[in-house]
């Protein structure tokens, strides 16, 4: 193990248990959707009222409570297998009996540590010597930051989504390390993209997209039908999570996206709801969100005429005909979607002391960085991952070292991943746009690793092609 490995894991390890572990913890407040997750675990906060159950403070302990469900609402996800894996440990050690949300995040932790460590030995043949200290900065730096890591102390499906992503670059980058050379990487490979998928409906586009993409592996192993195998599996995988989706979480997104976007930036509200096959008069509800006081969302009429008539590819084809109106709503919600920290949340218990929706500011460089500066260039990122996209494909097509090739085409795919996230997120639901842009925010950071990463490496190779020609000494004039 090189020296670099265990310095950068005691770095993770020391700030990770600061903040998840020593009071006072770092967590994330519930907003209504941890009884999803929950339900089939029959826990439920130990705080009794509204004002400590949800939003103001985080809550560290539960208790058995089969009320604590929401029929209806409830979705599986590969966070299930943390959770589970939590109850089970907690029962054997807890000494009251009841459960300390910190068993869920040390076992998140560690896993997250070991994708680190196969992160560091992954991109050690592709960034060596001093280089190589870019990725344990950035692990420490960005992928600490307390806008990530604060989800582990939450019941929310993100930690799933945050480690089981790392988790497939890391087995992508193996992948081509390795130079295709043995079927089990890309098994490894499909794996952590089924993982990755089945982790949260939101992440079905970038797990279309991979499928998509690991057909090409085809021609690289042997035997040739591994690779469109495994590009199957993860695509029945995208295809079954998205059909998943319950009925009522599916009406609610399209209700916010109708009422909360579409027609208040409509000069005629009524108009806009008959185009999209909906009774006139619930133009009243403009405004609204699907769990506002004032929603119409909880008519049964409304649910099925909603039902009937508007999807996702409904409101998608609405801003295909009018990209005005989705240029406006982008740049809207772009700012506020570059920032790390979920809306309208606390990070701490109430017993710590704090004021409500108090945040933590430790280890908030990055996540103070983004909201300064991403902010302000949230646009031109994502303008410059759309033209990532075809640039990192030329570049890919006019390499002839294999290796050199499947790293660019690995951040096509992934930047491609990321603006598919960014779109099906914005058009998929107006609400908290923040936490629901969590994906785009990963695969952004990621895909700036890559590009510091091989311009690193490209000074590299220019500065050691110019070393002979400066080192050359210089001949004496003749007299």
């Known amino acids: 193990m090189k020296l670099s490995y265990p310095l950068t894991l005691a770095a993770i390890a020391g700030i990770l248990t600061y903040q998840l572990m020593l009071p006072p913890v770092v967590g994330l407040a519930d907003q209504g959707d941890y009884a999803r997750l929950l339900g089939a ?3 439920g906060p130990v705080a009794q009222t509204p004002e400590e159950r949800y939003y103001r403070y985080f809550n560290r302990t539960y208790k058995h409570d089969p009320a604590f469900k929401l029929p209806g609402w409830e979705i599986y996800s590969t966070q299930d297998i943390f959770v589970a894996s939590a109850v089970a440990l907690n029962k054997w050690i807890s000494k009251d009996g009841l459960f300390d949300i910190r068993v869920l995040s040390l076992l998140e932790m560690l896993v997250f540590m070991a994708v680190c460590y196969f992160l560091l030995r992954a991109t050690r043949r592709l960034l060596p010597g001093r ?15 307390v806008g990530y890591i604060s989800y582990f102390n939450s019941f929310y499906s993100e930690p799933a989504t945050y480690i089981s992503l790392l988790a497939l670059v890391a087995a992508w980058i193996t992948f081509i390390a ?8 890309i098994a490894l490979l499909g794996l952590c993209g089924i993982l990755f998928v089945a982790s949260k409906p939101q992440n079905v586009a970038a797990g279309v997209i991979l499928a998509m993409y690991m057909v090409r592996f085809r021609a690289l192993i042997r035997p040739h039908w591994m690779a469109p195998l495994t590009s199957a599996i993860v695509l029945a995988a995208s295809l079954a999570v998205y059909w998943s989706v319950p009925r009522l979480a599916r009406l609610a997104e ?4 109708v009422f909360m976007e579409m027609l208040p930036r409509s000069t005629d509200p009524a108009a806009e709801l008959r185009s ?4 006139p008069s619930f133009a009243k509800y403009s405004g609204s969100g699907a769990f506002a006081p004032s929603t119409g969302f909880w008519n049964p009429e409304f649910q099925d005429q909603l039902d009937f008539h508007v999807s996702r590819f ?3 084809w609405y801003y295909v005909r009018q990209p005005g109106k989705l240029l406006s709503y982008v740049r809207v919600a772009l700012p506020r979607g570059t920032s790390l920290r979920a809306e309208g949340v606390g990070n701490f218990e109430k017993s710590a002391g704090y004021p409500p929706f108090a945040r933590s500011r430790s280890f908030a460089i990055w996540s ?28 890919a097509f006019s390499l002839r070292e294999l290796r050199s090739r499947l790293l660019a085409e690995c951040f096509a795919v992934l930047a491609l991943m990321a603006v598919a996230i960014f779109f099906t997120t914005v058009l998929g639901d107006a609400h908290d746009i923040v936490k629901h842009l969590h994906l785009y925010n990963v695969l952004t950071d990621i895909c700036l690793v890559f590009v510091a990463g091989a311009g690193s490496s490209t000074y590299r190779m220019l500065e050691k092609a110019w070393r002979p020609f400066r080192t050359q000494p210089r001949m004496a004039n003749a007299t």
């Open 41 to 43: 675990f029959h826990l």
């Open 131 to 145: 280089l190589h200290m870019l990725i344990s900065f950035a692990l420490i730096l960005i992928f600490c930051d």
């Open 178 to 185: 390795n130079e295709c050379s043995h079927p089990r990487y």
């Open 254 to 257: 399209m209700y916010n996206m």
């Open 276 to 279: 999209l096959g909906l009774d």
């Open 314 to 316: 409904t409101i998608l």
């Open 368 to 395: 103070r960085f983004r909201e300064r500066f991403f902010s302000r260039w949230a646009f031109g990122l994502l303008i410059g991952l759309m033209l990532g996209v075809p640039l990192a494909g030329w570049i």
